[in-house]
């Protein structure tokens, strides 16, 4: 009696959709430390070979791109020579905005969901994507360097367990919450 193959579908081919990117931002929050695949694996949450061998891809492509750099034979970290500047954050009221760097010739854009919590006029380190021809650079805060500005002007709305404070100043586009409980007139 021949034995039966059981018909079982594997996921193949599964692509990890933003791999570049979660693999850099894997190796920026851990800048001073050399990381293996296997360990951006475990971070990724993935451990099937196909997702390990995307992984094995994408390093080989990020670091013959200069974007990253392997230290040792398999290990690898944030190439912070290129594309990251340090300059002054200049917000819009379109709540995106544009990084100041001396040495540059144009600023930098910055949309607002990649500001990472970066207020008008502070000192933030970013990180510039490979520009397209005819378009300015274009960014993301990695670091915030130095606060401009600690103590902040505005209107203080309470609710039962939570207040928040709206800003006067339209270039500060957060709310700043607070889940302390207010007593009246305080």
Same mark, same amino acid.
């Given at each position: 009696?021949?034995?039966?193959?059981?018909?079982?579908?594997?996921?193949?081919?599964?692509?990890?959709?933003?791999?570049?990117? +979660?693999?850099?931002?894997?190796?920026?929050?851990?800048?001073?430390?050399?990381?293996?695949?296997?360990?951006?694996?475990?971070?990724?949450?993935?451990?099937?070979?196909?997702?390990?061998?995307?992984?094995?891809?994408?390093?080989?492509?990020?670091? +013959?791109? +200069?974007?990253?750099?392997?230290?040792?034979?398999?290990?690898?970290?944030?190439?912070?020579?290129?594309?990251?500047?340090?300059?002054?954050?200049?917000?819009?009221?379109?709540?995106?905005?544009?990084?100041?760097?001396?040495?540059?010739?144009?600023?930098?854009?910055?949309?607002?969901?990649?500001?990472?919590?970066?207020?008008?006029?502070?000192?933030?380190?970013?990180?510039?994507?490979?520009?397209?021809?005819?378009? +300015?650079?274009?960014?993301?805060?990695?670091?915030?360097?130095?606060?401009?500005?600690?103590?902040?002007?505005?209107?203080?709305?309470?609710?039962?367990?939570?207040?928040?404070?709206?800003?006067?100043?339209?270039?500060?586009?957060?709310?700043?919450?607070?889940?302390?409980?207010?007593?009246?007139?305080?």
């Amino acid at each position: 009696m021949a034995k039966r193959r059981s018909k079982s579908k594997k996921k193949r081919n599964n692509k990890i959709p933003g791999l570049s990117k +979660k693999i850099l931002d894997i190796l920026r929050s851990n800048a001073n430390q050399s990381i293996n695949y296997k360990q951006i694996a475990a971070k990724l949450d993935v451990n099937d070979a196909n997702s390990r061998n995307q992984i094995i891809k994408e390093l080989a492509k990020l670091s +013959k791109g +200069k974007q990253i750099i392997q230290v040792e034979s398999g290990k690898f970290q944030i190439n912070e020579s290129v594309n990251y500047f340090t300059g002054t954050l200049d917000m819009t009221t379109r709540k995106d905005g544009y990084v100041v760097v001396e040495d540059q010739e144009q600023d930098i854009y910055v949309p607002g969901n990649n500001l990472n919590r970066a207020l008008d006029g502070d000192e933030v380190k970013v990180y510039v994507y490979r520009s397209r021809r005819g378009r +300015k650079p274009e960014g993301e805060v990695v670091e915030i360097l130095k606060r401009k500005k600690e103590n902040f002007v505005g209107v203080l709305h309470l609710n039962d367990n939570f207040g928040f404070v709206e800003m006067q100043n339209p270039n500060v586009y957060r709310y700043f919450y607070s889940e302390r409980k207010f007593n009246e007139g305080r």
